[in-house]
């Protein structure tokens, strides 16, 4: 299927417009608009998460288990990075039950 000339020009005219932001507090707003997963990511935190419940998990974590080698290390920051991505959906799925079932969870 071939794309006419009057749509190939709309498309030119129309990748001039935006080449993305341009100040550096739009750069930041942007930057985690594709964000899908955490497998590549540089920082621990995304905007929006509670910094403090990850700190607080990684700390016990490092109480409790005492991690001596790097993997030891790593593994307690990965099952306190884990806990913290699902509590919020955990504690919300036990309010809808609770509510279902008419128990108090408090």
């Given at each position: 299927m071939?794309?006419?000339d009057k749509k190939i020009?709309?498309?030119?005219?129309?990748s001039l417009k935006s080449k993305g932001p341009k100040t550096d507090q739009g750069k930041d707003k942007s930057k985690f608009n594709a964000v899908k997963h955490g497998a590549?990511?540089?920082t621990?935190?995304?905007?929006g998460e509670d910094e403090s419940i990850f700190l607080e998990l990684k700390d016990?974590?490092?109480?409790?288990y005492r991690p001596k080698?790097?993997?030891?290390?790593?593994?307690?920051?990965?099952?306190?990075?884990?806990?913290?991505i699902n509590e919020p959906v955990?504690?919300?799925?036990?309010?809808?039950?609770?509510?279902?079932?008419?128990l108090q969870i408090h």
């Open positions: 071939k794309i006419s020009a709309a498309n030119k005219a129309n590549y990511a540089t621990e935190i995304l905007p016990e974590q490092c109480r409790l080698t790097f993997v030891e290390k790593a593994y307690a920051i990965h099952s306190s990075v884990s806990f913290a955990t504690t919300k799925e036990m309010e809808l039950l609770a509510d279902k079932w008419q």
